[in-house]
């Protein structure tokens, strides 16, 4: 777990504000440029973990930035450059206060309230004896509120626009991008042997244009399963093998905590953080089609201070 990346602290030129996420901090450079660090940490249940994952800065990074480029002649994103494993320089935009999940499949916390007997989610009605992992006639968009601080909510589309969260001519184009995103993603996925299972996409303006912005198909932003053994697992009602971080999720609920008032995040080993580890590169090398190569992290705070500065400077 040494020479992780779980707290940043630069003073770059032109700095003028910094923001620390879950997982990812941004600095604002003058006013309209962002350097957006992947940090090492990892959160689960909206709880930052106490310990990093050796390259998953690295790995989210260069995932969503393949990806950004990948589907800029679908929308617009924020991307302008890489100057590290670990950062994308971009253009600040003005964020809607909603993330759009897509769900291919009824997995993962969908299946948890499908189970325990909710047959509508976010506005969205859903049919009677479905199982879990089974595909949906047609991917389903089921929003969430983006919180600042604590739990995302989940929220219909008439909320959305009644609140006055998103203007509905807005809203109505953010969801078509999100299908359109979507349908890149999987197509993707299935050239590399995998099922794109459910994401989420945020969204913001810049100069009065819609951009997609953050990250785009990570392990942290969305779930894979294997195409190969999909239907065979599914019919025998089995575990699906799945490239996500719904495995550190199941990891925890099995040790006891779902990130509720009282409990306690259990020992996180290293032995285990180097599985994570060895995940996440495993989608990379998937997702991707090529072999990830390690960065050197002897000393990742300098390297990457050196190299957004000289960035900067150009």
């Not at 197509?187 to 912005?213: C, P, Q, S």
């Not at 779930?223 to 990891?251: C, G, H, I, P």
Request: with cysteine.
């Amino acid at each position: 777990m040494k020479n992780t990346l779980i707290k940043t602290d630069y003073n770059f030129s032109g700095q003028t504000h910094v923001y620390h996420g879950k997982v990812r901090d941004v600095y604002s450079i003058g006013a309209d440029e962002l350097v957006m660090i992947a940090t090492d940490r990892i959160s689960a249940f909206d709880v930052i973990l106490p310990h990093g994952i050796p390259y998953k800065g690295q790995v989210l990074n260069q995932i969503a930035a393949k990806f950004l480029d990948a589907t800029s002649d679908i929308v617009p994103n924020w991307k302008s450059a890489t100057p590290d494993p670990m950062v994308t320089v971009g253009v600040r935009c003005e964020t809607y206060k909603v993330e759009m999940i897509v769900r291919g499949y009824l997995t993962g916390s969908a299946w948890r309230e499908y189970q325990a007997g909710a047959r509508t989610l976010c506005g969205v009605a859903l049919p009677d004896g479905m199982k879990e992992n089974e595909k949906f006639p047609a991917p389903i968009l089921t929003p969430t509120t983006k919180a600042d601080e604590g739990h995302d909510e989940n929220i219909s589309r008439d909320e959305i626009i009644a609140q006055g969260l998103v203007p509905k001519d807005e809203y109505e184009q953010i969801e078509r991008y999100a299908l359109a995103l979507f349908q890149r993603g999987s197509e993707m996925a299935a050239e590399r042997g995998l099922i794109l299972v459910d994401t989420k996409y945020e969204f913001g303006k810049h100069n009065g244009e819609i951009f997609l912005i953050d990250e785009i198909h990570t392990p942290d932003s969305s779930r894979y399963f294997y195409a190969d053994t999909y239907q065979e697992l599914f019919d025998k009602d089995a575990e699906q093998k799945q490239l996500s971080k719904e495995f550190v999720r199941k990891w925890l609920m099995d040790n006891g905590f779902q990130g509720k008032e009282g409990q306690a995040v259990p020992e996180m080993t290293e032995e285990f953080c180097t599985s994570v580890s060895e995940r996440y590169i495993e989608l990379y090398e998937h997702i991707v089609g090529e072999k990830f190569v390690k960065a050197d992290i002897n000393d990742v705070e300098s390297r990457i201070e050196r190299n957004v500065n000289d960035f900067l400077k150009k």
